[in-house]
């Protein structure tokens, strides 16, 4: 059994099994090995009945006083029973579990473990799982791995071909060598990934976790680096002239660029007229005007005869930046060809833009990672601007830059807002430039933290703006309902509010499990007020332009991080309107409450990463993985950016002595390596 081996390898596992793995994005043994655990439950020590709670989860120790019951409705089979115990009597209930009928018997003792709801009036312990005290007494003692799932795809199911896996395959080889391994502190790497599924205890978890963690920064810096080198030693073969058109496109505008963006127009000017290829990031805050920088790049180059493309990671930011462009075009008489082209268009519009961009007709082609399919082929591309970067990846971006005759210019555009130190790291193989200004016509974005009890009123205040002709989006941690997570989800939250609203204000909801033609219908739909409140994931962190949209509600604000929650906030305020954000906090805790105190004080993205970096750290790794930034499976840049320091110090060091990974102890380095890069590429067609 080897990494690439397909999972139908497996005992238990055939091809129907397969397809639902695959929906996870689990297609080998090495997927599954590094399909690592979302988050860990810990049993509840065994209780009374007496000690029942609404929306907490128990263990009770308790025989049946009667026989089970099954009841119909309508396809819902409804499995229910009493349980008792020296405290008093509870409602067991299960769905569709007709076959417990026969399992379970009047007077049996079991350990029931789940989640106490309310009924009317009644309590329920609904969908108990089922032990012996011997069992739960065995499991007390462990930490059980919860995985991200799918439908049809149950935790055991992973759990199970994971244990398969990890018991039949040879000993992992190790690829970091010793000398590595003991100045940061460092697991061996087959201990890390038994450990990472299956921890004895917390203490276990965690050497297993800063172990596979510090592997994917220090990969993931180590592929930087060989880009890097390889961009430094390419010649600008696109080096352009300065021409009179930026400045009076800049002179034609309705506003006057701000400081902050005339700052990073000046590093884009000398790098795209000077001898090396350009290879920059602009970092700039939601709102900074980074678009209309990107634009005066695009006419720089079009003016020296050259084409260049804007990738983004939303057909409908696609559009609307397509949009964008040819009104600046029409306003200021230029004549110059924009292409757009996206994944959802038919047949027949894709052919005639792939010939406006293969004869040159086309100036700026403008898409999302449509642009990088094989079917394009470029006339004369002189430069490659991507936005949102990390939503593409590293290699995506390189895949684009290779479509051109020669090694074009290289713009990445980033509205993450997050401290210089850690983007020297992360985007290693740019040069930065900050955009730190808001321009002067912003409306400051009006904030308040409250907790679940303003939820009444935050309905009747939506209820008003949209009155008024606006819109409003409502974020949920999570798109379904899930029993090992006390949090808002989407589609439950979707039903919640249509019921709590006039059946004339529309409601749907948007997340990222959708098909892409769902996503982007939706989109469209709420772009055109044909939808007033969009409940949804963080799928709308990036991605579209509403400028109608002035209510931002985000429910359990306590499981982001504050520079996503500032990201999420900077959907609204994008228009004349005076817009809102309304963090609703599941949780009164000290620290909570401090750390989101910082978010309802500033609208500074930088400052609020700065503050996040702060107050973040281990005790966040058992919550709602954290979104958006460089989407590492177990990393996170701000959880672990001492991890991901040392992991920089460790490639830098390597990298000075042996350059190449030539040295015998490098070797399963240099082919991990490799292999990491490869599967980079297999990224392009997801």
Request: net charge neutral; with cysteine.
């Amino acid at each position: 059994m080897d990494r690439e081996q397909p999972l139908d390898c497996l005992k238990g596992i055939g091809a129907k099994t397969m397809q639902i793995f695959e929906r996870a994005g689990v297609h080998n043994i090495g997927d599954l090995l590094s399909y690592y655990p979302r988050t860990y439950r810990t049993y509840e020590a065994v209780t009374d009945t007496s000690c029942a709670q609404e929306e907490k989860m128990i263990a009770v120790r308790a025989r049946l006083e009667r026989a089970v019951t099954v009841q119909y409705i309508k396809r819902l089979q409804i499995v229910s029973t009493v349980i008792c115990d020296h405290a008093g009597k509870l409602e067991a209930r299960w769905y569709n579990m007709p076959y417990l009928k026969n399992t379970l018997q009047k007077g049996a003792e079991y350990i029931f473990y789940g989640k106490v709801v309310r009924k009317g009036n009644r309590l329920i312990l609904e969908q108990p799982a089922l032990f012996s005290p011997e069992q739960y007494g065995e499991m007390l003692k462990e930490l059980q791995p919860v995985y991200v799932l799918t439908k049809g795809l149950s935790n055991q199911m992973v759990s199970k071909a994971v244990r398969q896996v990890l018991e039949d395959m040879p000993l992992q080889p190790e690829f970091l060598s010793e000398d590595i391994r003991e100045k940061y502190e460092l697991a061996e790497y087959g201990y890390a990934l038994e450990e990472i599924h299956f921890p004895r205890d917390h203490h276990h978890m965690e050497l297993a976790r800063r172990r596979l963690v510090f592997d994917e920064f220090f990969l993931f810096i180590l592929t930087l680096r060989r880009y890097k080198e390889r961009r430094e030693a390419a010649a600008n073969m696109f080096s352009m002239e300065h021409t009179e058109l930026p400045q009076k496109v800049m002179e034609g505008l309705p506003y006057r660029l701000t400081n902050a963006q005339l700052r990073a127009w000046k590093d884009i000017l000398r790098d795209m007229t000077g001898e090396r290829v350009m290879t920059r990031l602009i970092q700039g805050d939601v709102g900074s005007g980074k678009t209309i920088v990107a634009f005066l790049a695009m006419l720089l180059a079009a003016a020296n005869g050259l084409q260049s493309s804007l990738m983004v990671p939303t057909e409908v930011l696609a559009r609307q930046h397509f949009e964008a462009m040819q009104e600046l075009l029409s306003q200021q008489a230029l004549s110059y060809v924009p292409v757009l082209l996206t994944g959802s268009m038919t047949a027949k519009e894709k052919r005639l833009a792939y010939a406006k961009i293969a004869s040159g007709e086309a100036d700026f082609i403008i898409g999302t990672h449509a642009l990088i399919q094989e079917k394009v082929e470029y006339h004369r591309l002189g430069l490659v601007i991507t936005d949102e970067q990390h939503r593409f990846g590293v290699r995506q971006r390189e895949t684009l830059a290779e479509k051109g005759e020669a090694e074009p210019h290289t713009l990445v555009m980033s509205a993450t807002p997050i401290p210089r130190t850690l983007a020297v790291i992360l985007y290693g193989d740019l040069d930065i430039s900050v955009m730190d200004e808001l321009p002067a016509n912003r409306i400051p974005i009006k904030n308040c933290v409250v907790d679940t009890g303003y939820r009444g009123r935050a309905y009747a205040f939506i209820e008003k703006q949209i009155r008024m002709g606006r819109q409003a989006y409502v974020i949920c941690p999570m798109v379904e309902e899930n029993e090992m997570m006390e949090a808002e989800d989407v589609l439950s939250y979707t039903k919640k509010l249509k019921e709590a609203l006039p059946a004339d204000i529309r409601v749907e909801y948007l997340h990222g499990k959708m098909k892409p033609k769902e996503k982007n219908e939706i989109m469209e739909r709420f772009l055109r007020n044909e939808i007033q409140v969009l409940v949804s994931t963080t799928v709308v962190e990036v991605g579209v332009n509403v400028p109608n949209a002035t209510v931002m509600m985000i429910e359990n604000a306590e499981r982001f991080g504050l520079a996503q929650l500032h990201q999420l906030r900077g959907r609204v305020g994008r228009g004349v309107h005076q817009s809102y954000c309304i963090m609703v906090s599941g949780s009164n805790g000290k620290h909570i409450q401090k750390r989101l105190e910082i978010l309802n004080q500033s609208n500074d993205g930088f400052y609020i990463a700065s503050e996040d970096l702060k107050l973040r750290g281990p005790g966040d790794l058992l919550g709602i993985r954290q979104s958006g930034l460089m989407e590492f499976k177990i990393g996170d840049v701000f959880t672990d950016v001492s991890i991901l320091q040392s992991a920089c110090e460790a490639a830098e060091l390597l990298l000075a002595k042996d350059p190449d990974l030539e040295a015998l102890e490098h070797r399963n380095l240099r082919r991990k390596l490799e292999n990491y890069m490869s599967n980079e590429l297999k990224k392009l067609s997801l």
